[in-house]
């Protein structure tokens, strides 16, 4: 079918004709409109997912296991039980039978971390999993009943060394279904005979989710019915993984999710909300259980540590004649996230001769999951720290190196890019940077004791576009419109830029348009994830607004000046349609409806398949600049400067999106200086489950990053736009290590970058 897709006329492609937003304009799209939901934030009226207020509501607390492997012989729960205001405590001598988790990507709504029965049997699976919930009257008398409880286990040997794992063997990763693994010619061959080569080996450590709102839910059950307040990412996802769960249907879970305090791939399914629905069953209350700082450690996945080898060979004009891009990376067996870090170098360089390969082991731990530009955060660190050692063995500068070795299609694929000006974001980031003035030389620019060198890097994230997106469109009489789409609001400005985009489709402003979201009442199946919302939306809105249109034309009847054109030859404006090349041939909405002798119209449609995605290589890109200041006596680093210019298609809305970018850019100073999970290797047991040890940057850390961008629409996307979410994560912590060698002369290729590093 790939083949095929590949092969097919780009007219047969969702995306094969431009958008028509690209060049009919409204006004709407690139305005820096601010959040429209920041004056319910700021004044507390925004009700988050442990705000709910129920009636005969009790609250829980979760006791956790401390071995990484056994079986519970013992569970003491008798003092738990007799404490104050304590409701009941469930395990799984009590709790409901309940089947396992659908783990994510086992059936289209499968939204499951991973796919382990949950409190259903006395087997201890990792340090860290759920033994027992209790429920209290108060927050507080739950917390301290469930420190009381106690257990006593037979305790199994464990795998939970990384290095133990991959000496008794590897095996080959898959991601969505793929083998990670890309091969052409004999690059090992390749490189041997480079005039110049490289071959370092880079290693990133675990790190964990830490939204600011913690993980939390508030559940209720209506007889057989489950209604559920939770912080997530997918909403119709987890309607209908619970009812699988639960053995009910898919119409009798109601999870609605309008505001979310921050996901980033971590505010999914995990634990947490089936136990709660579990002991609102067991109870007959409603229930609201939110995990504290150590609990999101506990029970939610993050990322797994990877080792890496980059190999670059290339001739003596800097063109690359090998480029290898192997290594290892851990995950459990319960779910089907190994971290894909060869996925950024697929597509980033032309290379006569590749390796790409990701080995997995393994381990008795929490399930990893997807978590920051999963692949590309850290597989940019080693492949952008390996382009920047071969620049400097050719004595060439590493942006030229670069561009030099830009490809006109996408290496692996062969097919061709649906836009790429990365070259532009470089040449227009280099000039504002400053990076002319850039002594090549390392440690040989100094200001008092303070070192100081400049870096540089490529940022890059796919385009992705996943299936089951729907849309329903309400039009009014009075030329009002409502789009219900069940997407999700995460603090990026969904509903704001959604709603310029509507406002814009139809020609109305922005104050007749309704965006309803986070409720899985209604209609699509659609992941706030992969950087691909917007486009997942977008898709909707076009069909149903299409579907919309023909509806319309229908009802102005042959009266109207609509009369005989086609949905392809309308646009709107002011409230109506018009003739897409003649503007004096228009009907207002009011008028149709009126004429029809309707109220309104309502149209819900679902877009093609995403079958882009395999006609076009299409990816965001970035030009990464950063200026580090490093302590000649402590080793102390601090980041001085940092800019970022951008190839991300059509930029929405100017100020969300620079948010967006600033934000992405500050997981990567995080990534690149301090976040490192401290993970024991002989219990299993996360060391550090606390912001007070797990290091994430502050105000203080951070210096005023500057963003720009190309805005050259993709004429193969919805509104020409590519996601910009994650791209600013990737890139960043490369861009810091070279800026690092550039003021020390020290090669760090081991993150975090810490002070001890450099002494």
Not at 350 to 372: I, K
Not at 664 to 670: P, R, V
Not at 684 to 711: F, Q
Request: proline share 6%.
């Amino acid at each position: 079918m790939a083949k095929a897709v590949a092969l097919a006329p780009d007219r047969w492609m969702p995306g094969g004709e431009p958008d028509p937003l690209i060049r009919h304009q409204n006004g709407h799209i690139g305005k820096p409109l601010s959040r429209i939901d920041g004056p319910l934030k700021v004044t507390g009226q925004a009700r988050f997912a442990a705000e709910f207020p129920m009636e005969g509501m009790v609250y829980a607390a979760v006791a956790y296991s401390t071995i990484a492997r056994g079986t519970i012989t013992h569970l003491a729960t008798n003092e738990a039980e007799a404490a104050p205001g304590v409701v009941s405590v469930m395990t799984h001598e009590n709790a409901p039978r309940l089947k396992p988790p659908p783990v994510f990507m086992s059936a289209s709504k499968a939204a499951g971390g991973d796919n382990l029965p949950i409190m259903q049997d006395a087997r201890v699976r990792w340090n860290g999993e759920p033994i027992a919930v209790v429920l209290a009257e108060t927050q507080e008398q739950a917390e301290y009943a469930a420190s009381l409880v106690t257990a006593t286990y037979d305790e199994e040997e464990a795998l939970v060394s990384f290095a133990e794992a991959v000496a008794k063997g590897t095996a080959q990763s898959l991601f969505m279904g793929q083998p990670l693994h890309n091969e052409k010619g004999d690059a090992e061959k390749a490189l041997a005979s480079a005039a110049t080569s490289i071959d370092s080996t880079y290693t990133t450590p675990r790190h964990n989710h830490n939204a600011i709102e913690l993980h939390g839910v508030t559940v209720a059950w209506d007889g057989e019915t489950l209604r559920i307040h939770d912080a997530s990412q997918l909403v119709a996802h987890t309607a209908w993984s619970l009812a699988q769960m639960f053995g009910i249907s898919e119409e009798q879970v109601l999870v609605t999710s309008p505001f979310v305090g921050g996901g980033f791939g971590g505010k999914c399914l995990w634990q947490h909300q089936v136990l709660a629905a579990a002991a609102a069953k067991l109870v007959g209350r409603p229930v609201r259980l939110v995990l504290s700082r150590e609990g999101v450690y506990r029970v939610v996945g993050g990322r797994s540590l990877t080792e890496q080898r980059v190999a670059l060979g290339a001739d003596g004009d800097g063109r690359l004649r090998a480029l290898i891009h192997t290594g290892t990376t851990a995950k459990t067996s319960g779910n089907v996230m190994p971290e894909p870090f060869i996925l950024p170098t697929r597509s980033a360089y032309a290379a006569e001769n590749y390796l790409l390969d990701v080995q997995s082991v393994e381990l008795d731990m929490l399930a990893n999951t997807f978590m920051r530009a999963p692949g590309e955060s850290v597989g940019t660190f080693a492949l952008e720290c390996a382009i920047d050692e071969l620049a400097e063995k050719l004595g060439v500068d590493p942006i030229a190196l670069r561009i030099l070795n830009e490809p006109e299609t996408d290496p692996t694929s062969g097919l061709p890019f649906s836009a790429r000006h990365i070259d532009v974001a470089w040449r227009h980031g280099a000039e504002k940077f400053g990076w002319q003035h850039r002594d090549s030389l390392p440690r040989n620019q100094q200001d008092g004791e303070w070192l100081v060198g400049l870096g540089c890097a490529t940022a890059t994230y796919p385009y992705y576009r996943m299936p089951g997106g729907a849309a329903r469109i309400t039009l009014t009489k009075n030329a009002e419109a409502t789009v219900d789409i069940a997407a999700h609001e995460m603090g990026m400005g969904t509903a704001t830029v959604q709603t310029q985009v509507i406002a814009e489709r139809l020609g109305l402003p922005l104050t007749a348009v309704t965006f309803n979201y986070g409720d899985s009442t209604l209609p699509g199946v659609v992941l706030a994830g992969g950087s691909q919302q917007t486009a997942a939306i977008g898709a909707s809105v076009i069909t149903a607004h299409r579907a919309l249109v023909a509806e319309l034309i229908k009802l102005a009847g042959n009266d109207s000046p609509l009369a005989g054109l086609t949905p392809d030859e309308i646009a709107s404006r002011d409230g109506g349609l018009c003739k897409r090349d003649d503007d004096e041939r228009f009907e207002s909405y009011a008028s149709i409806l009126a004429r029809a002798q309707r109220d309104q119209v309502s149209i819900e449609a679902t877009p093609p398949m995403p079958l882009e995605t395999m006609h076009w290589s299409m990816h965001s890109h970035g030009a990464m600049f950063c200026e580090v200041r490093v302590n000649s006596i402590t080793g102390e680093i601090r980041v001085s400067r940092f800019l970022a210019s951008f190839d991300c298609g059509r930029i929405l809305n100017a100020k969300t999106a620079a948010s967006q970018f600033r934000g992405g850019i500050i997981m990567g100073l995080g990534l690149a200086l301090m976040e490192e999970t401290q993970f024991d290797e002989r219990k299993g047991r996360v060391m550090n489950p606390s912001l007070a040890e797990y290091h994430v940057p502050v105000h203080m850390d951070v210096p005023e990053i500057e963003v720009m961008w190309t805005d050259i629409p993709d004429p193969h996307t919805p509104m020409g736009a590519r996601g910009v979410g994650e791209i600013g994560i990737t890139g960043t912590a490369a861009a810091v290590a070279n800026a690092v060698y550039n003021a020390t002369g020290r090669r760090v290729r081991d993150l975090p970058i810490t002070l001890d590093k450099l002494i």
